[in-house]
């Protein structure tokens, strides 16, 4: 019994590797196999394959898996191979084998005979294809060169898709197929009268001579040529030569070619757009570089001059708000023609986009030469033109550079120094020229430089804010805070405003700061307000971000980060000039912050023009009057009668009114006699960082001598 347990034993443990090592027997087979050997999924994709089939066609194992079948099948070939599939797995056929052609990883092209099989699941339904694959392209080559000297080859030549030459050791013609005479329209006869030189329009006899000797030291040479048909005409095409050697022995040259002219017309169109700005049809920005240097070489060459304009329209953007883009476009095409026809003969001009071109002046003698013609670019460019029911009008302001210059430089250069010139042009009025200046480049670039550095600050958190107190001097209460920012910069340490703010001024960076003060703000008030801290924050808007299409959605944006915010927390400063600079628009966004619950105040008032004029037009509750007056007040009775003016006023119109620059009590004495009571400066506190307010807070509270400015009576009526 025990003898008979152990042959069972032993039964089973045999049985449990046998199919272990059938799977190696396998494994070994398919990967040695000498035939290329695949696995395919039912739709066509690698799902196994061998070295073998690697080898044939020049991808990895891992490039196979990434691709179908038809990756590597020839167009040609792929309707018949998916045909047959097709046939296979709806099980009309149990296999089938056809020959056709691969296109190996390098391009070249073999042909290969595939046996394909279906393998089935126990229940019938297909699981995955098998494929078995050979090269046969010797064999192939071997009947192409047999069927020269008989019939067969003759139908395959006579049915052939492309152009058949065959060219004997002379270089003449001496056979060719139907489609070969058809594409070249020439007849039969007329093409065995010709060498291969008489078609060849590209392609001189070196270069013949050079293609004959690639094809006997290789055996083949694929090319582009262009080739002269009977009709004068010329027809690209892509041919490949081989050389082959019938049974007689005559060796020949076999030219298969086909016509590629559309293709050719589609690059050439292709290579059009990339160089011509497609809404005005100017010259695109890769074609003003090719231009511009062809300009600079030729200036150097004949010692004379070209100038760069850099030319943007003043007034384009009010046309596409007001009457949408697709009339703004009919007016840059409509300017883009005037400004074209204005040009001379071998000038160029540009569209770099949107409302920017670029023009280069070539062969000037001197820069004056060049006035003339910016003095047409202007007047074309300010015209009224018809754009359909409607007459527009636009300027333009340019900036213009010469070349060559005392110090190199090069095309990208002379743009921006270019593009410089323009902004100074639009800065002195719009609608003029301004020449580029080099030490004022200088100047730019330093500018340039240091705004880097503080974009690299405000990415960086290096900027702090610091908080300086408004109080009432009569009921003693802190009102708020004024929040004012300064830069701990690493190497120079706290820096005021001053010594960086002006930099930013009518740049987009001032926006992006005066956001992150916003944004800095909020972020203290929602701190303050979780203590119980009722204090509110004064921010101050610079005109440019003030000026921003999006200012009210931007904050919008901001405000809604911080939804348990009280109403009347955060206050917008904006200078007393800002505001005039466009009062509807100031009082247009004042009316929507109301909206938002944020106040505005005016600051210093006083040092711009018409300001009682115009402050009953704008909606703002608290003005601040400049800290000049209150500065000057002891010493100047003008300034006294000045702000006991404007105070009167500002009862009129119901305006808080705080006083900066109060430095000392005398000048909170003097305010509170003529019955200013709010005020901010010096004198009460310097600006300081969040956690100093509570200790300045409770010493100002109790110092004595606030507690007689309290007291001070107003006597001034």
């Not at 086909?258 to 695109?284: H, M, P, V, W």
């Amino acid at each position: 019994m025990g003898k008979m347990h152990k042959v069972a034993v032993h039964r089973t443990y045999m049985l449990s590797i046998e199919v272990p090592r059938q799977d190696l027997i396998f494994q070994s087979a398919f990967e040695n196999a000498a035939v290329g050997m695949a696995h395919m999924s039912l739709q066509g994709r690698w799902l196994r394959v061998n070295r073998k089939l690697g080898e044939i066609t020049g991808y990895s194992r891992e490039e196979m898996l990434a691709i179908s079948f038809q990756g590597v099948t020839h167009p040609d070939d792929a309707a018949r191979d998916v045909e047959l599939l097709h046939s296979l797995l709806s099980n009309q056929i149990n296999s089938y084998e056809v020959e056709k052609r691969y296109i190996r990883k390098d391009g070249s092209i073999i042909w290969v005979a595939i046996q394909v099989s279906v393998v089935f699941t126990s229940k019938g339904l297909a699981d995955y294809g098998i494929s078995v694959i050979q090269d046969i392209s010797a064999r192939k080559q071997a009947e192409l060169e047999t069927a020269v000297s008989h019939q067969r080859y003759m139908a395959l030549f006579e049915q052939m898709p492309e152009g058949i030459l065959l060219i004997d050791s002379s270089l003449r013609i001496i056979g060719h197929n139907p489609e070969a005479a058809r594409q070249l329209r020439w007849s039969g006869a007329e093409l065995l009268r010709l060498r291969i030189h008489d078609i060849e329009a590209q392609a001189d006899a070196d270069a013949i001579e050079a293609r004959r000797q690639m094809v006997e030291a290789s055996g083949r040479s694929d090319f582009e040529s262009v080739y002269r048909t009977g009709d004068g005409t010329l027809l690209h095409v892509e041919a490949s030569v081989t050389f082959v050697t019938l049974l007689n022995g005559q060796s020949l040259y076999q030219v298969l070619f086909r016509d590629i002219s559309e293709r050719k017309q589609a690059a050439q169109l292709i290579e059009s757009l990339a160089y011509t700005d497609q809404l005005t049809g100017l010259a695109n920005r890769s074609l003003l570089g090719d231009r511009l240097h062809q300009g600079m070489t030729q200036a150097r060459r004949r010692a004379n001059m070209l100038a760069v304009v850099f030319l943007d329209l003043d007034g384009f953007k009010t046309v596409n708000d007001t009457y949408g883009h697709a009339t703004g476009d009919l007016l840059l095409r409509s300017l883009a023609a005037h400004m074209k026809d204005c040009l001379r003969e071998g000038d160029t001009l540009a569209r770099l986009g949107g409302d920017e071109f670029v023009a280069v002046f070539l062969d000037l003698a001197e820069a004056q030469a060049c006035t003339p013609l910016l003095a047409r670019l202007l007047n074309v460019s300010s015209q009224v033109l018809p754009v359909g029911s409607l007459n527009l009008q636009v300027s333009a302001s340019l900036g213009v550079t010469f070349y060559p210059q005392a110090e190199e430089v090069d095309a990208d250069q002379l743009l921006r120094q270019a593009d410089q010139a323009m902004y100074q042009a639009k800065l002195s009025g719009k609608n003029r020229f301004h020449v580029f200046d080099a030490e004022s480049d200088r100047t730019l670039r330093g500018q340039h430089a240091s705004l880097e550095r503080i974009r690299s600050a405000l990415q960086h958190q290096e900027f702090v804010l610091h908080y300086q107190p408004k109080v009432n001097m009569r009921t003693r209460t802190v009102l708020g805070v004024e929040a004012l920012i300064r830069w701990a910069h690493p190497q120079q340490g706290l820096l005021a405003p001053g010594h960086f703010l002006p930099v930013t001024e009518n740049h987009r960076l001032s926006v992006d700061i005066g956001e992150w003060v916003i944004r800095q703000a909020l972020l203290q008030l929602t701190d303050w307000q979780s203590q119980g801290i009722g204090l509110s924050i004064s921010v101050n808007i610079s005109a440019m971000q003030l000026q921003q299409a999006d200012f009210l959605e931007r904050l919008q944006h901001l405000m809604a980060e911080f939804p348990q915010l009280q109403p009347h927390s955060l206050e917008l400063e904006i200078l007393e000039t800002s505001a005039l600079e466009d009062i509807a628009q100031a009082a247009r966004v004042i009316a929507q912050c109301k909206a938002l619950d944020v106040d505005f105040a005016l600051d210093d008032f006083g040092t711009g023009y018409s300001s009682l004029t115009y402050l009953k037009r704008l909606p703002i509750p608290t003005v601040k009057i400049d800290q000049s007056f209150v500065r000057e007040m002891l010493l100047d009775q003008d300034n006294v009668h000045i702000l006991d003016g404007i105070l009167w006023i500002m009862r009129q119109l119901k305006r808080n009114v705080v006083a900066e620059g109060v430095e000392t009590l005398e000048h909170a004495r003097a305010l509170m006699d003529l019955g200013c009571e709010m005020a901010q400066g010096y004198g009460i506190a310097r600006p300081m960082p969040v956690a100093g307010l509570a200790a300045w807070k409770q010493h100002w509270e109790q110092d004595a001598d606030w507690q007689a400015i309290a007291l001070v009576p107003r006597t001034a009526i």
